[in-house]
């Protein structure tokens, strides 16, 4: 196991290292941490030479130095590192939001919160584009394209909706019958269980999903239907309305909701 060090220590590693990794040009993710934070726990003599010679040369380090390192020192030697780190991160920067607002209004908010709140928000999102998926698909169908007495069968809806979109309601029943129909312990097993599985076919879906879209776009047909203005329509649609409408939709799905609080 790569890190061993206790809840206690790497906590004050992380308030160490989140100051250094704002002092550089480089984004506040999870790989830019990784690498901070064996800089700064030490425990990677190499990764340290390499940066203390970057940081000499160049002052602030970029997003391109940090990715170079991590791949160098970090990645291709435990892959499973950046997964503990990053759920590290969440945590720490999940207590930093509940001591800060406790520190405001006396407020304790329950662990854990934030992330859940922020998984949620995502996921309404996607079930929010599969809505409007299914919207577009029967407005262009039916009004666009269609020709003034033609005949359009439902099966064209169903050949122009993105299929990936029903992914995202599977995976949402799924996750709502291992809340409200499993015990407590077997839901943590099925958890346990999901992370290697999730990882592996995570990334096979990604890269094919951007394959496909390679293969079956027709970059001479968007050229033909003048490209540059398809994207100043999704700009407009983007700020005039697809922005506004979210945000009402938002409005509707949490609206009444209130932060869980801890009664002292």
């Known amino acids: 196991m790569r890190y061993q060090d206790s809840k206690e220590y790497s906590g ?12 550089h040009k480089a984004a506040l993710n999870p790989v830019s941490y990784a690498v901070w934070y064996e800089y700064v726990s030490g425990i990677n003599p190499e990764l340290t030479k390499v940066v203390d010679a970057l940081i000499d040369e160049k002052e602030l380090l970029d997003d391109d130095d940090v990715q170079k390192v991590f791949q160098r020192f970090i990645a ?33 908010w329950e662990e854990g919160f934030i992330t859940v709140s922020a ?20 407005i262009w169908v039916y009004r666009v394209d269609r020709v ?8 064209e809806v169903w050949h122009r909706f993105p299929k990936f979109v029903l992914g995202y309601f599977f995976t949402w029943f799924v996750y709502l019958g291992i809340l409200f129909f499993m015990s407590e312990a077997a839901a943590e097993n099925a958890s346990i269980g999901a992370v290697p599985v999730e990882k592996g076919f995570r ?12 293969v079956i776009t027709d970059f001479k047909k968007l050229a033909e239907a003048k490209f540059g203005r398809m994207v100043g329509v999704y700009f407009v649609a983007l700020f005039f309305f697809i922005i506004p ?16 609080v801890v009664i002292p």
């Open 76 to 108: 291709d030697r435990d892959e499973a590192t950046t997964e503990k780190l990053q759920a590290e991160l969440r945590r720490v920067m999940d207590e930093m939001m509940r001591n800060k607002k406790k520190e405001l209004d006396g407020t304790i």
């Open 148 to 155: 003034k007495g033609e005949r359009v069968p439902f099966s």
């Open 245 to 260: 409408v979210a945000i009402v939709v938002s409005w509707i799905f949490h609206h009444g909701m209130s932060v869980p």
């Open 12 to 23: 004050e590693l992380l308030r160490l290292v989140l100051p250094l990794m704002s002092e």
């Open 203 to 214: 990334k096979l879906f990604f890269m094919l999903t951007f394959l496909s879209i390679g």
């Open 119 to 138: 998984v949620m928000t995502k996921v309404w999102i996607d079930m929010f584009i599969g809505l409007w998926a299914f919207i577009l698909a029967l």
